[in-house]
């Protein structure tokens, strides 16, 4: 999704504050830029896995692990090493156990074409070759994408904007923000899909379990199956599936190093932090290179250039024209 109204307000918190609103005077982001609809999908997440995994033993690669919670299963390796398959069906679900050091290497390998060159994992975005910590536990990666980027890890502002703001929020032109991403002031309803809960259907892929549903599960609930409910910006599963990780840095007061990163979002199969998707608390933070069960992240990229558009939809136009006259004759 394209999300424009550069330079928009930020978010100015309620009345009376909500205690430990940490986005007050944040998500104004002055330029233009994309981010996923939906979160990594499964299906993207085994296209990246089978290229950094499936290599030689003398090849291996750091950080890169298969998913905890997602819908491939092992197939046959062509390399050696790790090779996933998705079954029909389970190309949307979504993928929870990614560290921010995995994501970042997705990114790397994104910017770098899906190239199964070694480098193109390791460098372009995020620079692999940081990635540690001091004795102290604070960690040293890269703390943002560098220049030139043409996908990344979304920033804490160019998260929380296309979740909750809104530049049509009291009418045309009248920019606002809603308190939850499902373009409300009231708290999503938790629960799987089409499940009445509390009166209504729910809204979004947390606050609940298999033993709340003994017939259900959460993890197989795939991205968007939940008709009709979206940000702002037509953003699916904000408030649900997993935390997402963004490149926002958390520090111990004094430190130089910072000690975790922030994820957004509320997470599903958890009941303890039912309220994260409120646009003043974070869903959390932990260290980048932890693989909990329950994390992912949903990619931001560079909006093209008008010229780039024109060139591919000329060569587009010039593709097909040829393949029409080599069918006329």
């Not at 330029?31 to 997440?45: L, N």
């Not at 004795?135 to 979740?163: N, V």
Request: glycine fraction near 12%; include cysteine.
């Amino acid at each position: 999704m394209t999300i424009g109204a550069a330079g928009n307000a930020p978010w100015a918190g309620t009345t009376p504050p909500t205690p430990g609103d940490r986005a007050v005077g944040r998500g104004s982001v002055p330029y233009e830029f994309r981010i996923g609809r939906m979160e990594v999908t499964t299906a993207q997440w085994a296209e990246f896995v089978n290229a950094a995994l499936d290599r030689p033993a003398s090849d291996r690669l750091p950080h890169v692990s298969a998913p905890a919670r997602w819908g491939a299963v092992p197939a046959l390796p062509q390399n050696g090493g790790q090779r996933f398959s998705v079954p029909g069906g389970n190309e949307l679900r979504a993928a929870g156990g990614i560290s921010w050091r995995m994501a970042a290497m997705y990114c790397n390998w994104m910017h770098n074409d899906k190239s199964s060159g070694r480098s193109a994992f390791l460098s372009g975005i995020y620079d692999v070759s940081t990635f540690g910590c001091t004795p102290g536990g604070r960690f040293l990666d890269q703390l943002t994408r560098s220049p030139g980027a043409k996908f990344w890890i979304p920033s804490w502002d160019e998260w929380i904007k296309p979740a909750h703001y809104d530049p049509n929020r009291s009418g045309q032109g009248q920019e606002g923000w809603w308190r939850y991403s499902t373009t409300s002031d009231a708290a999503p309803a938790y629960g799987p899909p089409g499940v009445a809960v509390l009166g209504s259907f729910a809204q979004a892929n947390a606050g609940w379990r298999s033993t709340d549903y003994p017939s259900l599960d959460p993890f197989a609930v795939p991205l968007g199956a939940y008709p009709g409910v979206q940000s702002p910006w037509g953003l699916l599963d904000a408030a649900g599936a997993t935390g997402e990780w963004t490149e926002e840095a958390s520090y111990v007061p004094g430190d130089q190093f910072p000690i975790d990163r922030l994820y957004e979002g509320n997470r599903w199969a958890s009941t303890l932090f039912p309220t994260s998707d409120f646009v003043g608390i974070p869903g959390g933070r932990d260290f980048p290179s932890l693989t909990i069960y329950d994390l992912g992240f949903r990619v931001a990229a560079l909006v093209p250039s008008p010229s780039a558009c024109w060139i591919g939809a000329g060569l587009c136009w010039f593709s097909m024209k040829r393949r029409r006259r080599a069918l006329s004759h």
